[in-house]
């Protein structure tokens, strides 16, 4: 092969031969991974050019036993109880390996699976009763679907935080929407964001919402309305226990973990499954309130 082909060390980007060469497979493979998504790529002036370290990351996290396998890094919804219970799980393996949680919104979650920066995206988007298209139609927005499924964590309860002060004088969402009240809405691409866009367009006045302030996790959300700068959120119900705010249920919805099939296998992901399924886990949900484990680890979609 002519050594011009061959990538550099000092390469930063790689093109379709190199990136055929440094792989060892021929060049129609690498125009099928970006086809599907699977490969880092970005197209420069027509051209498709590949960036040295994230195929070298890209090659690390997808062997099985590669130097990744002891790292968990989930990004996406916010949920109090996952952030315990990986907080806890991060606890016990100490420095063995990486386990860590950054919450981002659900889109942008999955943004950053497909760009192979996290291994995992807690998603969330609708009712429950909805989920089992809702969640699979969002993923397959994204190139990369194909190798991935969804796993059920656990199911929620929905609605809004509310102060207590004002829940005091009432519990009607519809009045909630008055101009007087002021709400703390998430971010562009949030889970809560678009329960919040929904329940307001079902309710006379809600697309006009006196929004104070926008937050980009469910404890902020909830901390906006205990430090006085809004006085409704949308939030879930163990948010709104775990910050001593009042609640209106609007029911339950799916909390789902979209990833690769390879990261389904990984020893870290398996040890998180069952931490979920714990009698230890499960007795954290009851004291925050709002969790249902009935479909806990079960595969919603991906098994073809």
Same mark, same amino acid.
């Given at each position: 092969?002519?050594? !011009?082909?061959?990538?550099?060390?000092?390469?930063?980007?790689?093109?379709?031969?190199?990136?055929?060469?440094?792989?060892?497979?021929?060049?129609?493979?690498?125009?099928?991974?970006?086809?599907?998504? %699977?490969?880092?790529?970005?197209?420069?002036?027509?051209?498709?050019?590949?960036?040295?370290?994230?195929?070298?990351?890209?090659? *690390?996290?997808?062997?099985?036993? #590669?130097?990744?396998?002891?790292?968990?890094? $989930?990004?996406?919804?916010?949920?109090?109880?996952?952030?315990?219970?990986?907080?806890?799980?991060?606890?016990?393996?100490?420095? @063995?390996?990486?386990?860590?949680?950054?919450?981002?919104?659900?889109?942008?979650?999955?943004?950053? *699976?497909?760009?192979? !920066?996290?291994?995992?995206?807690?998603? @969330?988007?609708?009712?429950?009763?909805?989920?089992?298209?809702?969640?699979?139609?969002?993923?397959?927005?994204?190139?990369? @679907?194909?190798?991935?499924? *969804?796993? !059920?964590?656990?199911?929620?309860?929905?609605?809004?935080?509310?102060?207590?002060?004002?829940?005091?004088?009432?519990?009607?969402?519809e009045k909630l929407t008055n101009s007087r009240y002021r709400?703390?809405? !998430?971010?562009?691409?949030?889970?809560?964001?678009?329960?919040?866009?929904?329940?307001?367009?079902?309710?006379?006045?809600?697309?006009? *919402?006196?929004?104070?302030?926008?937050?980009?996790?469910?404890?902020?959300?909830?901390?906006?309305?205990?430090?006085?700068?809004?006085?409704?959120?949308?939030?879930?119900?163990?948010?709104?226990?775990?910050?001593?705010?009042?609640?209106?249920?609007?029911?339950?919805?799916?909390?789902?973990?979209?990833?690769?099939?390879?990261?389904?296998?990984?020893?870290?992901?398996?040890?998180?499954?069952?931490?979920?399924?714990?009698?230890?886990?499960?007795?954290?949900?009851?004291?925050?309130? %709002?969790?249902?484990?009935? @479909?806990? %680890?079960?595969? $919603?979609? #991906?098994?073809?």
């Amino acid at each position: 092969m002519n050594a !011009r082909m061959q990538p550099e060390q000092h390469d930063v980007f790689m093109s379709v031969k190199q990136v055929a060469a440094y792989l060892h497979v021929n060049e129609k493979k690498i125009y099928a991974l970006v086809s599907e998504g %699977g490969i880092p790529a970005t197209k420069v002036t027509g051209k498709w050019m590949f960036p040295r370290e994230l195929i070298d990351r890209w090659i *690390l996290t997808s062997s099985h036993g #590669g130097l990744l396998t002891d790292r968990l890094v $989930i990004a996406g919804s916010d949920d109090p109880l996952l952030y315990r219970i990986i907080m806890a799980f991060a606890h016990d393996i100490n420095s @063995h390996a990486q386990v860590g949680y950054t919450p981002t919104g659900t889109r942008l979650g999955l943004d950053l *699976l497909e760009a192979h !920066r996290v291994d995992v995206s807690a998603i @969330h988007w609708g009712p429950e009763s909805e989920s089992r298209t809702r969640h699979p139609a969002l993923l397959q927005q994204h190139k990369p @679907h194909k190798e991935w499924i *969804l796993i !059920r964590a656990f199911a929620r309860e929905q609605g809004l935080m509310v102060h207590p002060d004002v829940l005091a004088k009432t519990d009607d969402p519809e009045k909630l929407t008055n101009s007087r009240y002021r709400w703390a809405q !998430r971010q562009a691409g949030a889970g809560a964001q678009r329960f919040l866009l929904e329940m307001s367009n079902r309710c006379p006045g809600g697309e006009e *919402l006196n929004v104070t302030a926008t937050t980009l996790s469910e404890r902020e959300a909830a901390s906006a309305i205990v430090m006085g700068q809004a006085d409704v959120a949308p939030g879930a119900r163990s948010a709104a226990n775990e910050a001593g705010l009042g609640f209106i249920s609007f029911g339950w919805e799916a909390f789902d973990l979209a990833l690769s099939r390879g990261i389904w296998f990984r020893r870290l992901f398996q040890d998180l499954l069952g931490r979920l399924q714990s009698g230890a886990c499960k007795q954290v949900a009851d004291n925050l309130g %709002g969790y249902d484990f009935t @479909h806990s %680890g079960e595969m $919603i979609w #991906g098994d073809e």
